[in-house]
Structures are given as structure tokens and as C-alpha cells.
């Protein structure tokens, strides 16, 4: 068992701010439109890139920028999850982390494939972001009274949060381990984050 290559947290605020709460709902018809775009893009660049420059400078020099433009994608999770305030920009977002370690020898094909790989963990994490819309209603609602909600449901976002965060580096080819059907709600254990598969 090895630790999987990617980690996600992020450190809850104090309090969260009343006014954000209602520019969280354009936040959400933004995630709509850009998990379609990272769903169906994401793999066709990483072939096209693999095959122009093959997979080692594809790692090298694609995934550093792959990695900033997911972290930004991964912030607005965050924001739009109720994890965070601040809405992401390009400069890294204090108190949210999410790295990547780049790893295996990814193929034109191997990538094409995770549009198809990648469902099975995609419909998991539709169901859990069902759930993770109901949170939202109700963590918006603490908000709004006492601007913060309760430890528990916000340990369930972080984990809907850190979901999202492995499949994406999965389907961008960055790493070549699927990404663990493990829920961890709690702060980033690198080393209790295990994977069971290899693609």
C-alpha cells in the first residue's frame, strides 16, 4: 500500500463571511460549466500533449501547468463547497492546499481511456455531491445566523472536496493510480491515503 499522489485540505475560517453565501450561488453556475469543460477536456489535451512531446516531458513540462489550472478548479470547489471564502484567483489560495506528485509513463491511449475509466468514480462523486448540495443549504443557513456551521458537515464537504481533487489528477493523466474509493473527511494524511488499483 502506498500513499496516493495527491493530497487536498483546507483550513476552516474563524467564521465565514454573511455576504459570500449569496455569491456562492453564481459560484455553483460556474463549477457546472467548468466540470463539463474539465470532464471532457482534460484528457483530450493531455493526449494530444503526450503525443506531441511524449509522457516524460508531458509530466515535466504540462504538469506543472496542468496542476496550476486544477488548483484553481479545486479552489472553486472549495469556495462554492463552503471550505473557504475566498474565491480563487491566481495566486495560491492561503489555507488550501492541494499538490500533486507526478507519476507512470501515461500514453495518448491511456488518457483517451479515463473518459471511460474515470466514470465509475464520476458517478460516486455525483451522488456525493447530491449530498454535498444539501450541506450547502444548510451550512448556508448556520451562516447566515452565526456565520459558521457545525465541525461534522464541514469534515463531509472537505471529503466530497478531496474526492473531486484525486479524480481530476487521475483523469489528467498526472497520475497513473485510480484514485482510492476511500471517503476521508479529516485533515490530509498523506500516508493514510492508500490506493488499491493501478490503471
Known amino acids: 500500500m502506498t500513499a496516493y ?9 474563524e467564521k465565514f463571511e454573511r455576504p459570500q453565501v449569496f455569491i456562492r450561488i453564481v459560484g455553483y453556475f460556474i463549477l457546472g460549466l467548468v466540470n463539463y469543460l474539465v470532464y471532457l477536456g482534460l484528457p483530450i489535451l493531455a493526449a494530444i500533449w503526450i503525443s506531441q512531446k511524449g509522457p516524460q516531458r508531458f509530466l515535466d513540462e504540462d504538469g506543472p501547468k496542468i496542476t496550476g489550472w486544477l488548483r484553481w478548479y479545486i479552489g472553486l470547489y472549495a469556495y ?18 492541494f499538490d500533486i506528485q507526478p507519476q507512470g509513463v501515461p500514453s495518448v491511449g491511456s488518457a483517451l481511456l479515463r473518459l471511460i475509466m474515470s466514470i465509475p468514480s464520476a458517478i460516486i462523486l455525483s451522488a456525493l455531491a447530491t449530498v454535498g448540495a444539501v450541506i450547502w443549504v444548510i451550512a448556508s443557513v448556520f451562516i447566515l445566523i452565526q456565520e459558521d456551521y457545525p465541525e461534522g458537515l464541514y469534515d463531509l464537504q472537505r471529503g466530497i472536496t478531496r474526492w473531486a481533487a484525486r479524480l481530476v489528477a487521475y483523469h489528467a493523466s498526472l497520475v497513473q493510480q485510480y484514485p482510492p474509493f476511500a471517503f476521508d473527511m479529516g485533515p490530509e494524511d498523506a500516508a493514510a491515503s492508500a490506493t488499491t488499483s493501478d490503471t
Open 80 to 97: 462554492t463547497d463552503v471550505l473557504t471564502d475566498k474565491f480563487p484567483s491566481s495566486e495560491a489560495e492561503a489555507g488550501i492546499r
Open 5 to 13: 499522489p495527491v493530497t487536498f485540505d483546507v483550513a476552516k475560517p
